[in-house]
């Protein structure tokens, strides 16, 4: 009897072993192309990245990533995209600059979108250390006649 | 989860009208946001306000050309403008007489002036602060110095009349704000009255001998040279006197203004006007417009640098250039100031004493003794005011 059970037992945590690897599989299978969370999918042009550059946005220039889409239908409503992509700040940063965008420009309460963003943008446009003055971005050399 | 996480992709592939209808409200347009007749190589940091700077070399000329010029708005430009019914407005607590002008009005009663005047972002140069300011992040060409011709304020409101209260004005123009709510202003900023009444503050029409532009604030705008280019209001329609610091759009908090204490980069102090003072005169500042920067040039030959030299309500009195990280300056020569408020010219001519890589760093040294600092200068949260030396690539060979 307790035999029978034993070995129903594991007949049935085979099967559990079998569909946790195929949850694991398909969880990895979604992470690799980088989709944006639950809430956006909607509204999301999805496909394949092929490479790096496509995980940027063509139309925004913002990275796709887990948030995309909210970023992308609420901040772009009002602004261009060029002022996130150009900017960068930690999480604390971009707060208070919805912050100041809520008492001086008329942005909405975000409400549960708002962690969302500040993930996004914390996470893709985080700040870089470059000190009291970058080197100069000089790549173009030309011939020039004195 | 995992079938909502499978049924996902499909979904999304079905759904390229909400994508569709999402991008009609975004950005990236496929075209130029700036007029045709503007400069091709002008750099658009945004298309929602429009923004573009001026690559420094396309800023040669003495007086700033139309399609040179840089172009910062804060909110929608007005559209359907007809000049014919335009009309200014002087009001407020300290006007003696609230009073509606014609611009044609405007052009009849008063006296013409015409003064060449530096306009610069307070932001012109933030892409060097680290952490980033907030907003667009400006290289150098953020700056222009046109010709303009109108009326003197200072004639316009005495006409109107001012109380003896009187401490600032306050502009409004027709632009709209972002957000598209009606009646949201997106900029209305303003002057001390002493500004106001300086000889060179100026409500104008015509820039560089023609109508004021489109995208330069046609058919009338305020200019108060040498002071953030903020306070020069486009699209103008009414001027307001205040019997307090002017509270319009973009006047409080941390915009155009600086901590009133110098604070450490990146802290956090409160954006009140308690810990945040107003930016006034721009500061001490130079641009190398030629050559354009990443120069080869030949060995042995001496090369021609020159550029432009500002200092808010002060001149320039030297200007000097480094070819080696500032261990050594040499003096260039300078040219007077055509009027107050105008950037002046420098030139020289530079020997290198060897084949490589060089930088040309410039350095302007102002009427009060005041240079400018070769490091970005105190950090602050909006990122202004960087007047770091201008510096350029150069390669002998």
């Known amino acids: 009897m307790n035999r029978k059970i034993e070995q129903a037992d594991r007949i049935k945590l085979k099967w559990v072993v079998w569909a946790m690897a195929l949850l694991v599989a398909v969880i990895t299978v979604n992470n690799t192309y980088s989709r944006p969370a639950k809430s956006d999918r909607a509204l999301v042009n999805w496909e394949r990245p092929a490479s790096l550059n496509d995980s940027i946005d063509k139309k925004t220039g913002l990275i796709i990533a887990p948030g995309f889409a909210v970023v992308s239908t609420t901040c772009v409503r009002c602004h261009s995209p060029k002022l996130i992509t150009e900017k960068r700040a930690t999480r604390e940063g971009w707060l208070a600059t919805i912050r100041w965008m809520q008492q001086t420009q008329g942005l909405w309460d975000l409400g549960p979108q708002e962690p969302v963003v500040l993930d996004y943008l914390a996470k893709n446009y985080a700040p870089k250390n470059e000190g009291r003055r970058p080197l100069l971005k000089t790549t173009e050399w030309y011939k020039l006649n004195n | ?397």
């Open chain 2, 1 to 397: 989860m995992a079938g909502l996480s499978l049924g996902w992709g499909l979904f999304a592939k079905s759904s390229k009208a909400a994508t569709r209808a999402v991008y009609n409200s975004a950005a990236l347009p496929d075209k130029s946001p700036l007029p045709a007749w503007k400069h091709p190589d002008l750099i658009i940091l945004s298309d929602k306000p429009i923004n573009a700077e001026t690559p420094p070399h396309l800023l040669d000329d003495a007086i700033t050309p139309a399609e040179k010029l840089f172009v910062r708005n804060n909110g929608i430009m007005p559209v359907n403008v007809d000049a014919k019914s335009w009309t200014l407005t002087i009001d407020g607590e300290s006007v003696k007489k609230k009073t509606v002008f014609t611009l044609d009005e405007l052009k009849k009663k008063f006296k013409h002036y015409t003064y060449q005047l530096v306009h610069e972002c307070a932001g012109n140069g933030r892409a060097e602060f680290s952490p980033a300011g907030h907003g667009n992040q400006w290289g150098n060409g953020a700056v222009g110095c046109c010709e303009w011709t109108g009326v003197r304020l200072r004639d316009v409101l005495e006409a109107a009349g001012i109380k003896d209260d009187a401490v600032y004005i306050g502009y409004y123009g027709k632009d709209t704000h972002l957000n598209g709510k009606p009646g949201e202003v997106p900029i209305s900023r303003g002057v001390p009255m002493r500004k106001a009444l300086e000889d060179e503050a100026l409500i104008a029409w015509a820039m560089n001998g023609k109508d004021i532009p489109a995208v330069h604030g046609y058919p009338l705008r305020v200019l108060f040279g040498g002071w953030p280019a903020s306070t020069s209001g486009k699209w103008l329609a009414r001027i307001s006197i205040r019997n307090k610091i002017h509270d319009g759009a973009k006047m409080n908090g941390m915009d155009y203004r600086l901590p009133i204490h110098p604070i450490a980069p990146g802290a956090k102090i409160p954006q009140d006007n308690e810990h945040f003072r107003i930016i006034e005169a721009m500061p001490v500042k130079s641009l190398i417009t030629y050559p354009k920067t990443g120069a080869q040039v030949t060995a042995g030959k001496p090369l021609e640098v020159r550029g432009h030299a500002w200092a808010g309500d002060l001149k320039i009195n030297e200007m000097h250039v480094s070819i080696d990280f500032g261990s050594t300056w040499q003096k260039c020569t300078l040219k007077e100031q055509r009027n107050r408020n105008c950037w002046q010219q420098w030139s020289t001519q530079i020997n290198f004493p060897d084949k490589g890589y060089y930088e040309v760093w410039a350095r302007a040294t102002d009427s009060n003794g005041k240079m400018q600092p070769m490091l970005v200068p105190a950090w602050n949260p909006g990122g202004y005011l960087n007047n770091a030396c201008h510096r350029i690539a150069v390669e002998i060979i």
